[in-house]
């Protein structure tokens, strides 16, 4: 199976912006047979789950943790195989490594939630730092 690379990680200033790219490696990215999430992890803390899309031909669904809810949007880039995070408003909790990952179609991401364990295709990930 194939990876992720995540990029665009950075230091940024209390409500400055970034834009995280995620670009599957060694597998096509099509929405109707995965679910694709970005994920983040604090130093000490779980990995948690931020935000997760999918789409079939019944509906798809986007979710957003409610601290990423109005901050943060994912999208497809037009290329099948990247996924994009802008974040916008960056708050001093949101410091982490950043990684985006892949769950087969049907699991993993829900209108009401994010599994997280059903993920896997884990890649490095990219360092979001918020600091003045």
């Known amino acids: 199976q194939g990876q992720f690379v995540e990029s665009g990680g950075g230091l940024v200033q209390p409500g400055g912006s970034l834009s995280l790219s995620c670009e599957a490696s060694?597998?096509?990215?099509?929405?109707?047979?995965?679910?694709i999430g970005w994920f983040r992890q604090a130093p000490g803390k779980e990995r948690e789950g931020v935000v997760c899309?999918?789409?079939?031909?019944?509906?798809?669904?986007?979710y957003y943790i409610d601290s990423a809810k109005g901050r943060f949007t994912i999208t497809r880039g037009n290329a099948k195989n990247t996924v994009f995070l802008q974040m916008n408003s960056l708050k001093p909790e949101d410091p982490a490594v950043y990684y985006c990952?892949?769950?087969?179609?049907?699991?993993?991401?829900?209108?009401?939630?994010?599994?997280?364990?059903?993920?896997?295709?884990w890649g490095q990930g990219t360092q979001v730092t918020v600091s003045s």
């Open positions: 060694g597998f096509t990215l099509d929405l109707d047979y995965y679910a």
């Open positions: 990952a892949a769950a087969d179609s049907g699991h993993g991401c829900y209108s009401h939630g994010i599994n997280k364990y059903d993920f896997d295709s």
């Open positions: 899309m999918y789409s079939r031909v019944s509906g798809g669904a986007t």
